[in-house]
């Protein structure tokens, strides 16, 4: 299963896109509680779970989001941030979030929905 809060219509879309090329299909979530609460529902059913995330929305609280969702699940987290702001990649990766520029993510995720 994936799961991304990402606000932006535009990369939504792309997103959408994408996933629909894997006959996958992407749970949208407009906050981090309400995506945490359904990838939890979602652990139980033994399946893979991808959790993507632009990391501008979280407002750098990498750690307590880290940890509310891996307290319930082994998930992947993938989070993405805008090339100008490396300080906001380097403290999402200390937390154990797979971090990448906007365009690296969206040249490799592709590869990784074929996973989930």
Known sequence: MIFALVNDFFF???????ARLHN????HFP???????HAFAANGQNS?????????LINKEFQS???????H???????????ADLELGKEAKKT??????RSVFF??????MKDY
């Open 107 to 112: 040249n490799k995720i592709s590869e990784i």
């Open 24 to 27: 996958k299909q992407i749970h």
């Open 73 to 83: 699940l082994s998930a992947k987290i993938i989070g993405f941030y805008p090339h």
């Open 12 to 18: 939504r879309a792309k997103l959408d896109g994408i």
């Open 65 to 71: 989001t880290e940890k509310m969702i891996k307290n």
């Open 31 to 37: 906050s981090i509680l309400s995506l945490d609460g």
């Open 48 to 56: 893979s779970i991808l959790i993507i995330i632009d990391l501008t």
């Open 96 to 101: 154990g979030i797979e971090a990448m520029p």
